[in-house]
């Protein structure tokens, strides 16, 4: 059974940073691009970033670039996602996803290219 889970989310000030953890079981992840995806009160489900196989390409939100990092480290089958210099406009419920892929070279910022999904972990960047 595949299962990916989340961690690390939190209350956070306005400029802070917070890491989030995901790591998977039932899978092997380097056969994955992973992605992160978030979602806040009332709003669609949004992309975030997200990453090859390979761990290159990478590609980011507009509204994250430059602030945020993904990475992941297939020998410990986890994906992470350093955010710094958070905003007001990133709380949300972070969700990361796993897509079988079928290139090292390929990632996907559509959320019906991702076969599976975690449960989320709450992001609150406060005033």
């Known amino acids: 059974q595949v299962r990916l889970v989340e961690s690390g989310g939190g209350l956070e000030e306005t400029g802070g940073s917070l890491r989030l953890s995901c790591t998977a079981s039932?899978?092997?992840?380097?056969?994955?691009?992973m992605g992160w995806f978030r979602q806040a009160p009332g709003k669609e489900r949004e992309f975030v970033a997200a990453i090859s196989r390979s761990g290159s390409p990478t590609v980011y939100a507009d509204s994250v670039k430059g602030r945020f990092t993904i990475s992941r480290e297939n020998a410990k089958n986890t994906v992470y996602l350093q955010m710094n210099s958070l905003k007001v406009e990133d709380t949300g419920v972070y969700y990361c996803?796993?897509?079988?892929?079928?290139?090292?070279?390929?990632?996907?910022?559509?959320?019906?290219?991702?076969?599976?999904w975690g449960q989320g972990t709450q992001v609150t960047v406060s005033s």
């Open positions: 996803a796993a897509d079988a892929a079928s290139s090292d070279l390929y990632c996907s910022t559509r959320p019906s290219a991702y076969d599976y």
């Open positions: 039932g899978l092997i992840l380097r056969r994955y691009a």
